[in-house]
């Protein structure tokens, strides 16, 4: 088997470390991720320049460019063959419910998925920080049971681990993505040089965090699980919208 | 009426200059656009440094951001009060099927969207590049329209309009999204120091351009409109995703 | 006679403005310039990836690079032979002292004489803004002089103009550059996700600003013209670094 | 005796891990050096936001910046008291003559320079890259024989080394800069999207390596050595300017 892994958070960082280790157990892997932490990256796609491909002294392939970038090079531009997985992560931090949008790691995978490859985002629940080995495992677990009930239809999933050891983890949960609150407010600065700038703000808290979303689970210490699909369409909107202009 | 203008192409794009003309007609305009061209940046946010918003001669203002940055920080940082509608483009080409997620034009929208505000991204599937007035006019149209006949439930919008004159127009069609082909393979060059790159190569050609779908509408010269949703969440595999984990 | 213009502070900026319509009054001019604000970019070149060129609706092009990329590119790639003069400016701040290092500005000028073309730095020591229109005409002024008294040695030209009405100048003096004290210390600043980060401070006061200098100049309402050359060796401890190393 | 290294390679490159190995002997090291390769950056200061500091689990510390940004950084908001001595290196490829003025590496130890500390680049004339070690060692040589012969002007020293074994250097020279030729022309390239973009030529050839420039010293297998200055001014040059201008 084998297995393409990718992040947001740079080819140097601890999570994608551990998961390269866990995954190498039953796998062939190679890595390919960015050169510098590229958070928040969403989807975004490199169009002005070319990005090169370099490797660290850890085997680890490096881009300078987004997550999509990676997955999308790989996978068109350097593999052999179609991988058999591409997972993304071990992110330093959750990515659930409205935030999923803006996620770098959750791009790397819907590039795989994009492409045709089961893919998989993984990402901790970050609090102490400790817990990156437990991610590593469950998404070794997830891949284990893949092998051996794989399905046909194309699958992309999100992930979610709480940060805490392996053996206090409650079980996995099948999840919808939850709501946030909107946003806080940005955040204003003064330069030394006496120019306003502005922080983005902090995400919102959650506003739907009921039963059955990855909120819900995740504060329950059980693994989150949400399958995604990348149809934006508002199919529920189609006829009001029909009505709307007349058609 | 208060709108808000973005974009993706930057402040300085032609697209935009013909919505701001073509809508304050009847609205009071606000152009906050990133200060250079930043096509495929998706719903990518800033994170790791704080945004200038500054102001250029014809009033406009740029930030260094992307577009989701643009519009977060317009309105959570600079606009008294929340802004009836947020407008994005007139993107200098087309932003249908599965490029959709890798568009700014329709992140900035989105980003309007998710902060409460009804949203409309516009896009003009180039060809001459000769009729932004076209696609901005086709904006105006919108407006009036949902002025004359607001609806209740949060829009956001995917529009995309034929480069063609305005009276050429076969009229508008509610779609869905239509599926691209994978991408085209990366294109490898040499730099004049001797490394290897990468381009990202050309967006596949359409798969499923059948009846209903953006792709076929604008074929037979028709304005496409697209209501798009942002919960990624895939329904129909939650029940089979249950009994994958054996929940 | 055809000059060529750039800056650092990007193409749209008041002060090439200014430059661009003193200039063509007596010379054809082509604007090359940097697509964003790049002050402090120094002689810094971009070699990783390729440098694009478009062209706004005023006429000037504007570059994806640094201002000795935009220099570069004019003359070794877009231009028909060689420009007869390059200058640069008309940048907002002074770039006097051990700043002229650093600077954007000097650098676009420097990229100029390395290629062999008689270059000119204009800045504006700017206080309230309000005075692009003096330097713009100090540059006509030095440009006619230069017409009607040809050197023929390569000349690469700093020049501080006071911002001030053009009848309050109190003449140009020919100067050295001056010293500063060092930068004050960088200054800590909390992100809104709780990283520690560091803004480059301040720069020093005047160490050296005694007469003969830039900084006694404009002090005394002058226009600061040093001439510099770009050769780093130390000369002077040729000799001294010989007897060290035993040759 | 404390040493402040910094690179433009990026923190990972192989030449700073060597100098950090071969002076560690000698002293103790901090090692803060851009987060991805910045060649070409010269003397850039980021001024347009703050930079991050992180440290790697080797223990370098790496900046989102350039690398004058990182001695910029180190000197006057990280370390306590000022280091004994910045280095900058190992570069992968040589430095000398007007290339100088580009350089990162020169630019590093330039800012440690004017900050008032001992400063040293050092660069391999790289051919198989399979030298860092010689380069390295003659660093140590270097900052072991400043140790017993210190002496009392500020320096800044740049130094080239042949990429050779060290038992075949022919020993070390002071050298002036040379000159090279102009670069050549850059080179048009077409983007999968139909763009023309434009990468920067290679540098010229030679055109001063005579006896005692630094390009002699190389190609005759010897260190070169060239004594630094950072004043611009062409002193040359004043009476002439004052001549004509008519001071």
């Known amino acids: 088997m084998r297995i393409l892994l990718s992040n947001d958070d740079g080819y140097f960082a601890p999570g994608i470390a551990h998961l390269a280790e866990a995954l190498s157990t039953i796998a062939e892997i190679t890595v390919v991720a960015p050169e510098r932490d590229r958070s928040g990256a969403s989807n975004s796609l490199t169009l ?7 490797r660290s002294h850890n085997g680890f392939y490096y881009v300078n460019g ?6 999308h090079l790989a996978v068109t531009g350097m593999l052999e063959g179609l991988p058999d ?55 070794l677990d997830l891949v284990k049971h893949y ?8 699958i992309l999933l999100n992930v979610n681990v709480p940060d805490i050891p392996y053996d206090q983890l409650a079980g996995m949960e ?21 120019e306003t700038v502005y922080w ?15 909120f819900f689970a995740v504060q329950r210490n059980r693994v989150s699980m949400t399958p995604l699909q990348i149809d934006l369409t508002h199919y529920d909107q189609i006829d009001f919208a029909k009505t709307w202009v007349g058609q």
Chains 1, 2, 3, 4 share one sequence.
């Open 147 to 154: 092998l051996d009930n794989k399905f046909h239809v194309p």
């Open 85 to 139: 997985m591409v997972i993304s992560g071990v992110n330093d931090g959750a990515n659930m419910g409205d935030d999923t949008i803006y996620s770098g790691t959750v791009a790397a995978a819907t590039e795989g998925f994009l492409l045709g490859i089961p893919s998989i985002a993984v990402s901790m629940v970050s609090v102490s920080r400790g817990n990156f080995a437990t991610a590593a495992r469950v998404a």
């Open 66 to 71: 987004t997550p999509t970038d990676c997955v």
């Open 200 to 214: 983005v703000g902090a995400a919102g808290g959650a506003q739907d965090a009921g039963e059955g979303t990855d």
């Open 174 to 194: 099948v999840t919808r993505l939850g709501r946030r609150h909107k946003a806080e407010s940005t955040i204003k600065s003064l330069t030394p040089r006496g």
């Open 48 to 54: 002005d320049r070319p990005l090169s491909l370099r």
